[in-house]
């Protein structure tokens, strides 16, 4: 039985050109950056040279560019350093769909004496773009927005988002986990104060992201110790992940035409497979476009439960997820679905399939066979 991964959003495998420039680092590049000797200014130097390879692939500047361990810290470092260098504003507005990374944070915050003010999504996940203009007051200390969302695939419109917090004069932190790959990022034509990347989602090694940090903004330390990452983030660095990340993401950026084009097609394909087969299925968030994340596919179908489907096609070599991987053991139904209004008769019986480029279109007669089979068997 060939085994069919089908849950890019979650992790994606690490690309084997990454495996062999970090093979390379872990066994010639030991030294601390830290230290003066030859060993530690070699290491610094991959650190330097990796950063100024980040920069190029998001259109920013090196000094903009600060290594964490990944999207999780990165999105906690963007909202309660912002949080601790500004103190005397005490709100701070999301979607009703972000990553937990982002809710959680907050909510840290709320505890503290903060506001969190939520903006309504439509039935596709498009944020209320007027709502949020409207809510932003002279309290508000920065708007938090998921750019291509983890669950539904729907990218925001972040060029609109950013000119309203330009206009209001608050600060714009982008979680860009997923877009990265699957979407062109140009921060030289963007306003964005904050962005968030995590390299395991583009074929790089887990424990390792960016926050970059548009120059101007200040942003306190979230890790207190030494004075590493500009003085921002203490601790010894990992020049075996920041190497590999940023090798992953040139990679990404030389191919991500082709990426998406190939992304894209494999969503069609199975898309249509699987209406075929199912035709009471919904397709959660838009449709299949330029408004979606290529390689995004969340699906709901009636009369079945979410773990017994992803047990099912587990069993049969097929993985895929339920919805985000940081909630795979809540019975609850995801909070971006019903945020989204999926109806009840479905809404439990959700299915994400996220391709990527090792994915194939060979496979998807078995795929959707395999999956009406576990259809009939279920109901």
Not at 264 to 272: A, K, V
Not at 279 to 304: H, K
Not at 330 to 340: D, E, K, N, W
Request: glycine fraction near 8%; proline fraction near 3%; charged fraction near 20%.
């Amino acid at each position: 039985m060939k085994d069919i991964y089908l849950d890019h959003a979650a992790t994606t495998p690490i690309d084997v050109r990454v495996q062999r420039k970090m093979a390379s680092v872990m066994k010639y590049t030991y030294g601390n950056p830290s230290s003066l000797h030859a060993k530690g200014i070699e290491a610094k130097q991959m650190i330097e040279d990796a950063r100024i390879m980040m920069a190029k692939s998001i259109g920013a500047n090196p000094k903009e560019i600060h290594f964490c361990s990944g999207g999780t810290e990165a999105t906690n470092w963007a909202i309660k350093g912002l949080a601790k260098a500004h103190p005397l504003k005490k709100e701070i507005i999301t979607s009703t769909i972000e990553h937990h990374a982002t809710t959680h944070a907050v909510e840290d915050l709320v505890k503290e004496g903060y506001t969190h003010t939520l903006v309504s999504v439509d039935a596709m996940g498009f944020m209320d773009l007027d709502q949020l203009e409207a809510i932003i007051s002279e309290d508000t200390l920065v708007v938090s927005v998921i750019w291509g969302n983890n669950e539904i695939g729907t990218i925001q419109d972040i060029k609109k988002i950013a000119k309203i917090c330009q206009k209001k004069h608050v600060y714009l932190h982008v979680d860009g986990v997923q877009a990265f790959g699957q979407i062109n990022i140009d921060l030289s034509k963007l306003q964005i104060d904050l962005l968030t990347l995590s390299a395991h989602k583009f074929y790089g090694p887990k424990g390792i992201g960016i926050l970059y940090v548009k120059s101007g903004v200040e942003l306190d330390h979230l890790i207190a110790g030494g004075s590493q990452e500009h003085h921002l983030r203490a601790g010894t660095e990992n020049v075996l992940g920041i190497v590999g990340m940023a090798y992953a993401a040139y990679l990404m950026k030389r191919t991500i035409k082709s990426y998406i084009r190939h992304l894209t097609e494999l969503s069609i394909d199975l898309y249509e497979r699987i209406r075929a087969i199912a035709p009471d299925v919904i397709l959660n968030g838009p449709e299949i476009g330029i408004q979606r994340l290529p390689g995004n596919l969340s699906l709901s179908f009636t009369d079945v439960t979410s773990n017994s489907l992803i047990f099912q096609l587990s069993e049969r070599g097929i993985y895929v997820s339920a919805g985000s991987a940081c909630t795979s053991d809540s019975i609850l139904p995801s909070h971006v679905l019903q945020a989204i209004s999926v109806p009840e008769t479905h809404i439990h019986g959700s299915l994400r399939i996220t391709f990527g480029k090792d994915s194939s279109l060979s496979d998807h007669p078995y795929i959707a066979q395999t999956l009406e089979d576990v259809l009939d068997t279920l109901r």
